[in-house]
């Protein structure tokens, strides 16, 4: 190529560039397409939509919360959130979901994504998020009132407004109260017609303009409150909240019934000669069947008002390790793997049929059962408190997805370092059924 023409490279003003100069036009050049990428994937955040990411396999959901202490006046830092975000977006996480306003936690979820998206052009996250709502006298020590509701609700309807109307393109759900309407839920529960206010509230500053008109509104509570249970539920405000709220939020956990309502769970006499994998397969496989009968109660109840909108799984879970009711000295429901097949097969269960399912969740939280270290509330989560993946996930560690990522210094690895055999040894089947007189 000794003798070949050599044309001269152009700059600004037609003037020939030499080698410093062509290295400026592909900083340059790159400059705006990184600019542009950041600016195509920006408004690809702002223009997603809760009716487009709710039931989107490509959009996983979980239920969030970073605490790491027995106490929530201990707030996780931004800088923890931020390294939890990171292990959750690489799972394949797209939507957490936070449970009040109230405390700093949510606010900075909410600015630990903001932060990312701005430091990973191919960080993607989305919020749905909670808004507790409460009955008045609730957690005083005073007799509560579940028939008026807590001066304080406002004030949490009004902080969410502002997060939403701050982070549009991250906020894409609100959830007005959490099981707020099960009896069960004794020290805070309201009435149906509480938690219709404030929806009404939020459906109308949407139609005002005040709120993106895609933000969706629900509130998140138990299948029962959602008119999937007892007929003491189906009351006239029930049925004005189903068709106010844009979908349906429900939450199912068939864990809890293994004592409560054990109709589905233990074996039969004619499986107690199978393997104990084999046994606890087949109970688990009834415990997903189980959740499965409760969401077609919720949608059984909406379509007998005529009412046809989506229906998505808030909340459903299974403990890891319990030393009460759930454990081996009660239904022996709880352990790494039992918990395990339920994550796995639920999800196999909603992304084929493109339903949200907002595991409960995460991390491990001690604060929840604070004078209990062992009870189960403590131990929902998919990683330990230190960070270690249990075995639901075991696979994703080895497919190398958190390579480099940390939980407070600690990288993730397996929980019983990986031993399976070790993991089973100490699970035991559960109890079999015992056949009725």
């Keep these: 190529m000794k003798n070949a023409v050599k044309f001269p490279l152009w700059g600004l003003g037609g003037c020939p560039l030499g080698v410093r100069g062509l290295s400026g036009v592909l900083f340059l050049f790159l400059t705006i397409i990184i600019f542009q990428s950041c600016n195509t994937m920006n408004q690809t955040r702002k223009n997603m939509t809760a009716a487009q990411i709710l039931g989107n396999s490509a959009y996983t959901a979980i239920s969030y919360g970073g605490y790491r202490t027995q106490s929530r006046r201990v707030q996780p830092t931004v800088a923890q959130l931020k390294e939890d975000l990171k292990t959750l977006s690489a799972m394949g996480i797209r939507i957490v979901r936070t449970y009040n306003v109230h405390l700093p936690h949510a606010i900075n979820v909410v600015k ?62 609100i959830a007005v109260g959490n099981e707020a309407m099960v009896k069960w839920a004794a020290d805070y529960y309201v009435q149906p017609y509480t938690i219709l206010k404030w929806v009404n509230h939020l459906q109308e500053l949407k139609k005002k303009g005040e709120l993106s008109k895609d933000l969706w509104i ?120 039992k918990s395990g097949l339920f ?24 604060w929840k059962d604070a004078a209990n270290p062992g009870g189960s509330e403590n131990h929902f989560g998919l990683f330990t408190l230190e960070g270690k993946a249990k075995w639901a996930i075991w696979d994703l560690v080895d497919k190398g997805v958190f390579k480099n990522l940390t939980r407070d210094g600690n990288p993730i690895q397996k929980t019983y370092n990986g031993d399976f055999k070790k993991l089973l040894n100490e699970v035991e089947s559960p109890p079999v059924k015992t056949p009725a007189p």
């Design 112 to 173: 630990a994504i903001s932060e990312l998206n701005k430091e990973q052009l191919d960080f993607e996250m989305y919020v749905m998020l909670g808004a507790w709502i409460d009955c008045k006298n609730a957690w005083t020590g005073f007799e509560p009132n579940h028939y008026e509701e807590s001066e304080r609700n406002a004030t949490e309807i009004a902080h969410a407004v502002e997060l939403a109307q701050k982070y549009p393109e991250i906020i894409k759900i």
């Design 218 to 337: 629900t509130s998140s509570d138990n299948f029962a409150s959602w008119g999937g249970g007892d007929a003491e539920y189906h009351v006239e405000d029930l049925n004005k909240l189903i068709k106010a709220v844009d979908y349906i939020s429900m939450h199912t956990y068939p864990m809890h019934d293994t004592h409560y309502h054990p109709v589905f769970w233990g074996i039969n006499e004619e499986e107690s000669g199978k393997s104990k994998e084999a046994q606890i397969d087949l109970a688990m496989e009834r415990s997903v069947r189980y959740a499965k009968s409760q969401y077609e109660s919720v949608k059984k109840y909406m379509q007998s008002l005529e009412v046809e909108k989506p229906i998505h799984i808030g909340e459903t879970g299974w403990a890891s390790a319990a030393n009460e009711l759930y454990g081996n000295e009660g239904s022996k429901a709880t352990d790494e793997y």
């Design 343 to 366: 994550y796995k097969k639920m999800r196999e269960w909603t992304d084929k049929e493109g339903i949200a399912c907002f595991y409960f969740e995460a991390f491990d939280e001690i």
